[in-house]
């Protein structure tokens, strides 16, 4: 840049004023059949990144990006699995001199040094030589480094059952959006007694079962309430024996169609009826 | 018109030199797949970067529905999925560029290791490319436990452990990130998030920017 005498500037500015041609560099300068980046190898790179960008879109539309259920730290049934980029690690750490009391080894030291020496590779691999035959150490470290990294993913993935996961774990999307009368009374005593397990819309959620459609009838509801079944302990229902009624009926309507039909404790026996008669038609 | 405003401009700040940096330089030979097919390993880098401005861009649609917060972030995932035009189609991007962003790094590396590309005089620019990878790491950590689903909760937990088991200093750092010493709750997703949007991303920034200008200022490594 010029400096110094002589030198004026665009009021009391950095900038120069005085106006140089704007000549292109000697394409001469560069070796072989070289390609100006504006705008004529931009324009392939365009279509390069449009020709990726549709495979993307593509992947994005036919799988919808997964969600599971709500966190919920009680779940004590559940199986963590990280992100695939991260099942290397999470693999690694299951071996024996690498995960329990060998931990710091494991997780710390190892990661570290791999990780370190990535990081300082061209400190550590120094010579002026670029090919890769003519440097088989580093070569054949980065070799082993990535063989090692596949073959933990792959172990790691072959334990896992991602379909299994899928539907235990998965939203329930029809008992999420399905509509419960939450006006009537039997959503108050479901709200005070079975919420904080079967979930807001009784969609269940771990080893808590879904409620919704349920294919027992208001007695064994009640029942089960009072006296557990299963996991599930004796004791939980804690309420008037009316309430229970409304509990029952509450959970027997549910998913049923039957959510709507006023939600009042009267005429227990016609509404069960009539959510029987809903279930068997929705069954065909 | 456009002449007349870009002169304008051009006396004022002296645009022209920073246009001639970014854009006006030669494409050599080698790097072009339009000559050598085989060359279209120098893309990955390039896709790298792409990819990365979908990330940019879906996440910033993202925070326009996401709510950091233990009661709503599940519901605001699920409603912008469920419900939000284009929800799901924004949230795929970021889950899935998220995936691609880790794999097209991975094959950027290998290329520019097996080609020995890093040797001097561009060590420096390899260091800052291995610190890009892990910034992008720490991006994918953090950014899995945001929806607040089981998923997102109980890994996020197990890497915390991991963390965690540092000598010394483990239980600090856990505690920096989780916002206390045992719990993964409120003040972990919030942390997260602030993490996720603000703290890494804008060393994303910086690094990305020293990247791009030592690649300007030192060219591209030669053919083997």
Known sequence: MHRGKGMKFVGDSRVTAEKKANLPKD????????????????????????VFLIGFLILTAAHPSPLEQQADPTNAGYIPLPDWYFLFLYQFLKYQYAGGEFIVLGAIVMPGLAFGALLLAPFLDRGPERRPTKRPIAVGLMLLGVFATFWLTYESVQHADYAHRAEKYGVNVEAVESE????????????????????????????????????????????????????????????????????????????????????????????????????????? | MLQKLYDWVDERVDITPLWRDIADHEV?????????????????????????????????????????????????????????????????????????????????????????????????????????????????????????????????????????????????????????????????LTRFFAIHVFFLPAALFGLMAFHFILIRKQGISGPL
């Open chain 2, 28 to 188: 050599p030979e080698h790097v072009n797949p339009a000559h050598h097919f085989s060359a279209f390993v120098y893309c990955f880098g390039g896709l790298t970067f792409f990819v990365t401005v979908i990330q940019i861009l879906s996440g910033m649609f993202l925070t326009m529905y996401y709510v950091p917060d233990i009661e709503n972030a599940w519901k605001s995932v699920y409603y912008l999925q469920r419900e939000v035009a284009y929800g799901q189609i924004v949230r795929g991007m970021h889950h899935w560029g998220a995936s691609l962003v880790i794999v097209m790094l991975f094959l950027h590396t290998l290329r520019v290791f097996f080609q020995g590309a890093y040797k001097k005089p561009r060590e420096l620019n390899w260091v800052i490319g291995v610190l890009l990878f892990f910034v992008m790491l720490g991006l994918g950590f953090t950014g899995y436990l945001l929806p607040w689903d089981n998923k997102a909760y109980f890994a996020t937990q197990v890497g915390l452990e991991i963390a965690a088991a540092t000598p010394v200093i483990g239980d600090g750092i856990r505690t920096l990130l989780a916002g206390d010493p045992s719990i993964v709750g409120a003040q972990t």
């Open chain 1, 27 to 50: 394409y001469s300068e560069y070796p072989g059949r070289t390609e100006a980046f504006w705008p004529n190898f931009l324009l392939k790179e365009w279509l390069v990144g449009s």
């Open chain 1, 180 to 284: 419960i009368d939450k006006s009537g009374p039997g959503w108050e005593v479901y709200e005070a007694n079975c919420m904080s397990c079967h979930g807001e819309a009784l969609q269940g959620q771990g080893n808590y079962p879904s409620l919704m459609d349920t294919e027992k009838s208001a007695d064994e509801i009640k029942d089960i309430a009072q006296n557990g079944i299963g996991q599930m302990p004796a004791g939980i229902f804690n309420g008037s024996d009316e309430e229970l009624q409304q509990l029952a009926d509450f959970i027997k309507n549910a998913g049923s169609g039957g959510g709507g039909e006023g939600g009042s404790s009267e005429g227990e026996s016609s509404e069960e009826g009539s959510s029987e008669d809903g279930e068997s038609a929705s069954g065909h």
